[in-house]
């Protein structure tokens, strides 16, 4: 049974370099078999049991320093003799600074290093993700301080809240989810590229297979269940916060669990894309990538399909960010695009290196199908 496969290491460089896959995972119960509409829950369970067998086999020491460092900096500066003496509602801003103990004060440093160093370990131990690192911060800041606001004017929100009250919260919440999609967006769509470059074959089915192998939908329910804890955790702190009676230790405690297992779904939601992807990957939108590949030499665009030297008619040959010219593949039942020389993945024939018009008939090097437009 697919449970009884011990792995050998696995190595982070490679995405291939694995003792068991997706495919390899089975459920022992279903809860498909109740009704077939819970297939949906049976996915999600297949994903995750793969991905949690495969993090106890990757995970090491470095992994769990990062997030005792991240779960140290939270607690840190979440428990405070301070906190349950209710403040001093005059005082605020710098005198506020002021008037914290020296023991709470060592606290907020040690914190603020820490959370520091998190980041640090984070984009070191992914870095595959350390280009998203930032749009992380911006969307954990902004569920955060949007819950700051909501209580603002209404301490026990949301009861009591008023519309006009909660705009700021709101516009704060909907940055958090625009990054967040941002950042999924970023993320599923360099996993298709990578399919599609990566795992090419001429029958359909296989690359269907591979698509799946590659499935992030349990991993997009992680995403969502990452932002949804932040939003708890946001409403939990400034809800205990708000109240001048230190009374509703209940809700602090929210606070606190949903802290610790924000740090860890971070750091899994993090590792993972990278595991798929390899470290060689680049994580971002098509659109990104395309921006990328209209400017490959400074001063010069070169367009996105060629065009014949002669009449210039269009022609199917590109070039890709690194400079690659990019042809169809030269077998007629192979659909697929490669670089011009190499070797197709799909049926093993060569990329062509010339390339007939078929508007006025002149054969060329592909590379003189590509035109060079100058740039303003």
Same mark, same amino acid.
Request: aromatic share 10%; glycine share 8%; net charge negative.
């Given at each position: 049974?697919?449970?009884?496969?011990?792995?050998?290491?696995?190595?982070?460089?490679?995405?291939?370099?694995?003792?068991?896959?997706?495919?390899?995972?089975?459920?022992?119960?279903?809860?498909?078999?109740?009704?077939?509409?819970?297939?949906?829950?049976?996915?999600?369970?297949?994903?995750?049991?793969?991905?949690?067998?495969?993090?106890?086999?990757?995970?090491?020491?470095?992994?769990?320093?990062?997030?005792?460092?991240?779960?140290?900096?939270?607690?840190?500066?979440?428990?405070?003799?301070?906190?349950?003496?209710?403040?001093?509602?005059?005082?605020?801003?710098?005198?506020?600074?002021?008037?914290?103990?020296?023991?709470?004060?060592?606290?907020?440093?040690?914190?603020?290093? &820490?959370?520091?160093?998190?980041?640090?370990?984070?984009?070191?131990?992914?870095?595959?993700?350390?280009?998203?690192?930032?749009?992380? /911060?911006?969307?954990?800041?902004? &569920?955060? &301080?949007?819950?700051?606001?909501?209580? +603002?004017?209404?301490?026990?929100?949301?009861?009591?809240?008023?519309?006009?009250?909660?705009?700021?919260?709101?516009?704060?919440?909907?940055?958090?989810?625009?990054?967040?999609?941002?950042?999924?967006?970023?993320?599923?769509?360099?996993?298709?590229?990578?399919?599609?470059?990566?795992?090419?074959?001429?029958?359909?089915?296989?690359?269907?297979?591979?698509?799946?192998?590659?499935?992030?939908?349990?991993?997009?329910?992680?995403?969502?269940?990452? +932002?949804?804890?932040?939003?708890?955790?946001?409403?939990?702190?400034?809800?205990?916060?708000?109240?001048?009676?230190?009374?509703?230790?209940?809700?602090?405690?929210?606070?606190?669990?949903?802290?610790?297992? &924000?740090?860890?779904?971070?750091?899994?939601?993090?590792?993972?894309?990278?595991?798929?992807?390899?470290?060689?990957?680049?994580?971002?939108?098509?659109?990104?990538?395309?921006?990328?590949?209209?400017?490959?030499?400074?001063?010069?665009?070169?367009?996105?399909?060629?065009?014949?030297?002669?009449?210039?008619?269009?022609?199917?040959?590109?070039? =890709?960010?690194?400079?690659?010219?990019?042809?169809?593949?030269?077998?007629?039942?192979?659909?697929?695009?490669?670089?011009?020389?190499?070797?197709?993945?799909?049926? =093993?024939?060569?990329?062509?290196?010339?390339?007939?018009?078929?508007?006025?008939? /002149? =054969?060329?090097?592909?590379?003189?199908?590509?035109?060079?437009?100058?740039?303003?």
């Amino acid at each position: 049974m697919a449970e009884e496969i011990i792995p050998t290491e696995i190595s982070a460089d490679g995405h291939g370099e694995m003792s068991f896959r997706l495919g390899d995972i089975v459920l022992e119960k279903k809860f498909s078999d109740l009704h077939p509409m819970l297939a949906t829950v049976d996915q999600i369970r297949h994903e995750w049991k793969f991905q949690f067998k495969l993090l106890r086999h990757e995970w090491g020491q470095p992994h769990l320093m990062t997030m005792l460092t991240g779960i140290f900096a939270f607690l840190l500066g979440s428990i405070s003799a301070d906190l349950f003496a209710g403040g001093d509602p005059k005082v605020t801003g710098i005198d506020g600074l002021a008037e914290i103990g020296g023991f709470a004060f060592f606290q907020l440093v040690i914190s603020g290093i &820490l959370w520091l160093w998190f980041f640090i370990q984070i984009s070191v131990n992914f870095p595959v993700m350390r280009g998203h690192i930032i749009n992380v /911060i911006i969307i954990w800041s902004s &569920l955060f &301080l949007s819950q700051v606001l909501l209580h +603002v004017n209404s301490p026990n929100f949301p009861i009591g809240a008023s519309p006009g009250d909660a705009l700021g919260g709101v516009m704060l919440t909907a940055v958090g989810c625009f990054f967040t999609y941002f950042f999924w967006k970023a993320v599923t769509e360099t996993r298709d590229y990578h399919v599609q470059e990566n795992h090419v074959h001429t029958d359909v089915r296989v690359m269907e297979e591979a698509m799946a192998e590659h499935s992030l939908f349990a991993w997009t329910i992680m995403v969502v269940t990452w +932002v949804l804890t932040m939003v708890i955790n946001g409403w939990s702190g400034a809800h205990f916060i708000a109240e001048r009676d230190v009374t509703n230790y209940a809700v602090y405690a929210v606070h606190l669990i949903s802290g610790v297992v &924000l740090i860890y779904l971070l750091m899994h939601m993090l590792w993972f894309p990278q595991r798929m992807l390899g470290e060689g990957a680049k994580v971002r939108t098509k659109a990104a990538a395309a921006a990328d590949a209209d400017l490959l030499i400074e001063g010069v665009i070169l367009a996105a399909e060629g065009e014949c030297p002669s009449c210039e008619a269009n022609a199917p040959i590109s070039q =890709n960010e690194n400079g690659e010219t990019i042809v169809d593949c030269a077998s007629p039942n192979c659909n697929s695009r490669g670089v011009a020389g190499e070797t197709c993945e799909g049926c =093993n024939e060569k990329y062509p290196t010339r390339y007939t018009c078929t508007n006025c008939g /002149i =054969n060329s090097p592909v590379v003189d199908f590509i035109p060079d437009k100058e740039a303003w």
